[in-house]
Each structure stands twice: as structure tokens, then as C-alpha cells.
């Protein structure tokens, strides 16, 4: 069956006490609405429309950076979550299928979760929970395992406030059938608003059925506050790293590790404590992450080894068995297989090729104030200690670079380039210049008495 997702984002979030729209707050690296976008796509939806209303623009650019074929239907008045929806459904004139309605700020939905809702037979299908302090949360009227109706907190009875079946937000009905029932909300209760909780006991009124499918009250956390945001964060990552133990990767530490909503990691890799994943990272099976680094943006290859301290940026690429050491930083690069660059280093921009050494202390000189150069190393190169690369320059295959060298100029594969003072050497000077030195402090001294 043909399925369409209205992801409702239109909200101000006043509770963040933030300038940027609250659905654009990061956990794990990526905006709340893209995983909502991303939970929603497990459910292979035909249409994705995003109802933006509060920093509409960024919202909207937000959803087409993550998905082009995203649709935006926008709210210019908030007046509640039918009123969203009813916003969104011109768009789907002529749609025949189901709708799935998720919230932008509800980000930790488990695709079998979407896929219990949409194997459910009733008509209208919420996403419920048993809430621990179910606070404000809608309540879920249900007698004989039927759904009778979701009275939200603010018009509730004392009875039905003791409830602690609650309504997650999420809810799925026949577009058709979604259509009508929005067609025919009011705002007539507490709040003033259209609800669209409402269309549960209007399809009861009608004789259709209505059901709850329920899931562990971690998924339905919504965010409000930053403290909430924190409390998503927290929870995805101890999901992630249980997930990531289970596909066969070590975590010396795990409640050390924090992972990207998109890091990929092969089985047999073994991460040390305290390392930190941005966007965009993928390793290959047989790694090892050493403690305390940092990555984003970045392949990582079979048996590479880098770290502890280590600082991967994105454009890095780590070909089999590179050795990366402590205190590196690597940006837009990449290193062939076998390279090593073991201290203190920076490459950017550069191209390393197999089994070259890089020796302590090397950095691309890769920016002169107004533009980024290029970088090229052969295979089998030697760069001594302490290289400066001003960039663009070349290296060759094989060639070696003199420590503490300045190299300006291309070095052809197979030569010796030394850039650097000639070193002189005054035997027995030193005694002598001591003695002059502490004269010379002594009548500063004298000077400043
Ligand atoms: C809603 C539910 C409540 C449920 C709770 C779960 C209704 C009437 N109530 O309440 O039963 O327990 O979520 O978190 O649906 N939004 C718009 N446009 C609007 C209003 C809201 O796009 O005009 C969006 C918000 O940005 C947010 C979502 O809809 O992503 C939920 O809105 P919110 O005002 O937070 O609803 P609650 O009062 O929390
Ligand atoms: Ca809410």
C-alpha cells in the first residue's frame, strides 16, 4: 500500500530558549527532524512533507538537505496539531494509501515500531506508552483493548488524569478516512486549538475502529527543553553502543564513546575510551581507534591503527594498515596504504603515497591567507623530521626530505631535498658566551636599580 509520512515541525520550542528553530537542535550529529525523517523513511513512505512554520526556511532547507524529494507545506499560524495536518494534506489531494503523522522533535522512533503501527488493522492507529510521570501528556482512553478517544491533559477529568497510557503523537489512518476526520475538527477545548487527537473519537463516532500500539517510553521522548535534548542524546548513544557491540566491534569504555547518527563500523574494530565520532565516519573491519580521538568525515581502512589523540577531519582517507599517532591532524587527505605519520603532524590537502614515512613534526603548509594548496607525496618517500611542505609542492616516489627542511620547491622521485641553514660550530665558544650573557644580566640589573 502506497504510504505518505507528515512530519509536523512547525513549532516554536519556546522551552529551548534558542534563537535556532528547535527541530534544527543536533543529537548525534544531525538535526532532531532528520531523524524523524529518517525513522519515518524505514517505513518506505511514496511522500515525505515536512510542515514547517517557525524559521520555516531553515526547517525547510534542513529537510531538502537531507532528503530532495522532501515535501514543505507551511503553517503560518500555529493553532495545533490538526490544524498542521490539515495544512499538509492539499498536498496529497488525490493520494490513496495510508498516512503516517510523526512530530520533528520526537527522534527516537524504531523503524519496528512504525512497522507494528502499520501491521494493525483498525482505521486509526496511535503510537502509545506507559509514561513513568505521565505529566502532560494526552491520555488514552481504551476499554476491551478498543481506543475510545485521547483527552488531552488540559480538558482531562481527575479520573482520566490518573491514566498512564499516553499518547506519543504518532498516528496513522487512511488518507481518505484523514481527510474527513481533519475536515471536521474544531477548537472548541482548552487550549483553543485543533487537535488531532480528536480524530480518534470522531471515527469512533462514526463506528470505526481505533487501537493503540505501544513501545518503551524511550522512543517517544519528545524534546522540549535542552535538558531533554540532553536526555535523547544520552539515550541514542546507549542504544548505538549496544548496537555496535552486537554487529562485533569492541568499546573498551563504552559509555565513553560517542557515535554520529550515520558512523559505520566494521566488525573487529576496536575503539579505546573517550573517542568522538562526527558525521560521517565509515572503518573498516580489523581498525583500532586508540584513546582520545577525535573523527569526522573520514574512511578508515583494514588494519589501520591511529590514535591516542589523534584528530581526523573531514576528506580523510586511511588507506590499509596507515599508522596515524598521537597529536595528528589530517584534513581533505589521503594516505595510501601503509603510510605512517606516528607524531605531532599536520596534513592537509595532501596526497601520500604507499609506505611513505612521515617524520615528526611535519606540516603541509597548506594555506597562504587566501587559498588552500595541494600537497603530493610519492610512495616510499622519507620526509625527515620536522618538514615544513609549503603548498603546492611535490614530493617523488621514494625521495627523501632533509630534517628540519623548508621544501618551496618539487623534489623528483629518488632525490635528497635538504632547505635549511648549514649548521656552523665555534669549538670552546660556549664557556665564553656564558660569561657574556651573565655580565650582560648583571648590568641590567645595575640599570635598573
Ligand atoms: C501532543 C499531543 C499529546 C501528546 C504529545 C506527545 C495533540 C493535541 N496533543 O501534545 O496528546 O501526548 O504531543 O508529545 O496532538 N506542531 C505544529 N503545528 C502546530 C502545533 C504543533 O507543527 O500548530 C508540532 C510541534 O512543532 C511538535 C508537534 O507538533 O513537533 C507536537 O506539538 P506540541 O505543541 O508539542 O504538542 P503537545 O502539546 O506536546
Ligand atoms: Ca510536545
Redesign the pocket.
Known amino acids: 500500500m502506497a504510504t505518505a509520512l507528515i512530519i509536523?515541525?512547525?513549532?516554536?520550542?519556546t522551552r529551548m530558549n534558542s534563537d535556532l528553530p528547535?527541530?534544527l537542535h543536533k543529537m548525534a550529529g544531525a538535526p532532531l527532524l532528520v531523524h524523524a525523517m529518517a525513522a519515518g523513511a524505514t517505513a518506505a513512505p511514496d511522500r515525505t512533507i515536512v510542515?514547517t512554520?517557525h524559521g520555516g526556511e531553515e526547517v525547510a532547507a534542513a529537510a531538502r538537505a537531507h532528503d530532495e524529494t522532501v515535501e514543505i507545506a507551511h503553517?503560518g499560524?500555529?493553532?495545533?496539531?490538526?490544524?498542521?495536518v490539515a495544512e499538509a494534506l492539499p498536498l496529497l489531494e488525490g493520494f490513496r494509501g495510508r498516512v503516517i503523522v510523526l512530530?520533528?522533535?520526537?527522534p527516537l522512533i524504531r523503524p519496528e515500531t512504525l512497522r507494528a503501527m502499520l501491521a494493525a488493522a483498525s482505521d486509526v492507529v496511535v503510537l502509545g506508552f506507559e509514561a513513568t510521570d505521565p505529566g502532560?501528556?494526552?491520555r488514552l482512553i481504551v476499554h476491551g483493548g478498543h481506543l475510545y478517544g485521547?483527552v488531552?491533559?488540559k480538558d482531562a477529568t481527575e479520573d482520566q488524569r490518573q491514566i498512564r497510557l499516553?499518547?506519543?503523537?504518532v498516528i496513522a489512518a487512511d488518507a481518505a478516512l484523514l481527510r474527513r476526520l481533519v475536515a471536521g475538527l474544531d477548537d472548541r477545548n482548552a487550549?483553543g486549538?485543533?487537535?488531532?487527537?480528536?480524530i480518534v473519537a470522531a471515527a469512533r463516532a462514526e463506528g470505526l475502529t481505533a487501537e493503540v500500539v505501544t513501545c518503551p517510553e524511550a522512543e517517544?521522548l519528545?524534546v522540549?527543553t535542552r535538558a531533554d535534548l540532553a536526555a535523547a542524546e544520552r539515550a541514542f548513544q546507549a542504544a548505538m553502543r549496544a548496537a555496535m557491540m552486537a554487529e562485533g566491534v569492541t568499546l573498551v569504555a563504552p559509555e565513553t564513546v560517542f557515535f554520529a547518527h550515520d558512523t559505520v563500523i566494521g566488525r573487529e574494530t576496536v575503539i579505546g575510551p573517550n573517542v568522538v565520532f562526527g558525521p560521517g565516519v565509515t572503518v573498516e573491519s580489523g581498525a583500532e581507534i586508540l584513546p582520545f580521538c577525535h573523527l569526522e568525515g573520514c574512511h578508515i581502512s583494514q588494519g589501520a591503527r591511529v590514535g591516542p589523540f589523534a584528530r581526523l577531519r573531514p576528506g580523510t582517507e586511511l588507506g590499509g594498515d596507515v599508522h596515524v599517532g598521537n597529536f595528528v591532524e589530517i584534513k581533505n587527505a589521503i594516505l595510501d596504504r601503509g603510510v605512517k605519520v606516528g607524531h605531532l603532524s599536520y596534513l592537509g590537502d595532501a596526497q601520500v603515497g604507499e609506505h611513505t614515512n612521515i617524520g615528526a613534526g611535519t606540516i603541509t603548509c597548506n594555506y597562504d591567507g587566501v587559498a588552500k594548496h595541494r600537497t603530493e607525496i610519492g610512495e616510499r618517500a622519507f620526509i625527515g623530521s620536522d618538514t615544513m611542505l609549503v603548498a603546492p609542492v611535490k614530493v617523488g616516489a621514494r625521495a627523501l626530505t632533509g630534517s628540519g627542511s623548508v621544501i618551496t620547491e618539487d623534489v623528483p622521485d629518488d632525490a635528497v631535498a635538504i632547505g635549511r641553514a648549514r649548521q656552523v660550530v665555534k669549538p670552546g665558544l660556549s664557556a665564553k658566551l656564558f660569561e657574556k650573557f651573565k655580565s650582560e644580566t648583571v648590568r641590567r640589573q645595575k640599570e635598573a636599580e
Open positions: 509536523l515541525a512547525a513549532g516554536q520550542g528547535k527541530v510542515v512554520g503553517q499560524e500555529q493553532r495545533g496539531t490538526g490544524h498542521a512530530f520533528g522533535d520526537t502532560r501528556y494526552g485521547i488531552e491533559w499516553c499518547n506519543s503523537g487550549s486549538e485543533f487537535y488531532l487527537t480528536d517517544t519528545g522540549n
